[in-house]
């Protein structure tokens, strides 16, 4: 599956949730969101843009998978599918 085009920070930020990602504070025009999902705890910094490039989106995705310790194309296909 394609990575969307037109998705912003605070709905990632929002599909992230199920994930354990909570937003943990904001500065500037970033969110900063932490999870515990696992054994132990993850930080990533999403832009809080109307909509992501699709590079920087791509970025995320692939460290949030690491964390995870998952497959890109799952994680996608579970987010936007």
């Known amino acids: 599956m394609k990575l969307p085009r037109q998705i912003s920070g605070e ?5 992230l949730q199920r994930y354990g990602y909570q937003i943990t504070r904001q500065t500037g025009s970033h969110l900063r969101l932490t999870s515990k999902f696992m054994s132990s705890e993850h930080h990533v910094t999403i832009p809080a843009h109307k909509e ?7 970025a995320i995705l692939a460290e949030v998978a690491s964390y995870l310790e998952m497959e890109l194309k ?6 936007f599918g």
Request: net charge neutral; proline share 0%; charged share 35%.
């Open 74 to 79: 799952k994680l996608i296909d579970e987010l």
């Open 52 to 58: 992501l490039r699709v590079g920087t989106l791509s």
């Open 11 to 15: 709905e990632l930020a929002r599909l």
